[in-house]
């Protein structure tokens, strides 16, 4: 993973509004996305956007024997780092868009945990709509689905309209505190589609 940050400032200049940021993300944003997920119980955990492996590498670490990893990635560069550094891990070369086909097309039909790395409040809104939707229905009962944001831009009007979906779309929607070590510093949301148990 040493040519991790290079590959991610060359996607990033070619393609910012699918990467999103010129760096990958932190261990403290990545340690703060999987704290409220019960590794010990989920089945399935699905990744949006896992880049370079930033946060992949933590969720690596977390799988117990059993449970399975899908990254969805749009970036054929990217998804090729991801296949040569984490090879016991399953990656789609897809678009996040196409998540009923691509998890029918690994076996999947229940997720546990979605933790997502995409600049959501840069995407089209009607592409954010039917992602979500897609996603709702994807998630298991007491599913979570985590993201993060970045502080800077929490009053642009995509960051807005990005809170009030995940407030309008899940039973429970939290912030985690700014996580400073980030670049740029950051915040992650939670949001469980049941009651924490």
């Known amino acids: 993973m040493a ?3 290079p590959l991610f400032l060359r996607q990033f200049v070619r393609t910012p509004r699918s990467v999103g940021a010129v760096l ?3 261990s403290a944003l990545a340690e703060a996305m999987l704290a409220p997920i019960d590794f010990a119980h989920a089945r399935t955990v699905v990744e949006f ?3 370079t492996g930033a946060i992949t590498r933590h969720i690596a670490h977390r799988l117990r024997p059993g449970s399975r990893y899908l990254g969805i990635e749009l970036s054929a560069s ?3 780092t991801l296949h040569a550094a984490f090879p016991r891990l399953e990656f789609a070369h897809g678009n996040v868009a196409e998540l009923p086909r691509i998890l029918a097309s690994h076996g999947i039909e229940q997720i546990d945990a979605i933790v997502s790395g995409l ?3 840069s995407l089209p809104l009607s592409l954010q709509e ?3 939707i897609d996603m709702e229905h994807a998630l298991a009962p007491n599913g979570v689905f ?3 944001a970045y502080l800077h831009g929490l009053m642009l009007p995509g960051a807005r309209a990005l809170r009030r979906r995940l407030r309008r779309g899940f039973p429970q929607f939290r912030r985690s505190t700014p996580i400073w070590a980030n670049v740029p510093p950051a915040l ?3 949001c469980r589609k049941g009651p924490e148990g």
């Open 119 to 121: 600049p959501w409040a």
């Open 78 to 80: 990217f998804c090729r």
């Open 130 to 132: 039917r992602v979500f």
């Open 24 to 26: 990958p993300s932190s």
């Open 188 to 190: 992650a949301y939670v």
């Open 3 to 5: 040519e991790a940050v």
């Open 146 to 148: 985590v993201t993060f």
């Open 49 to 51: 956007g896992p880049g």
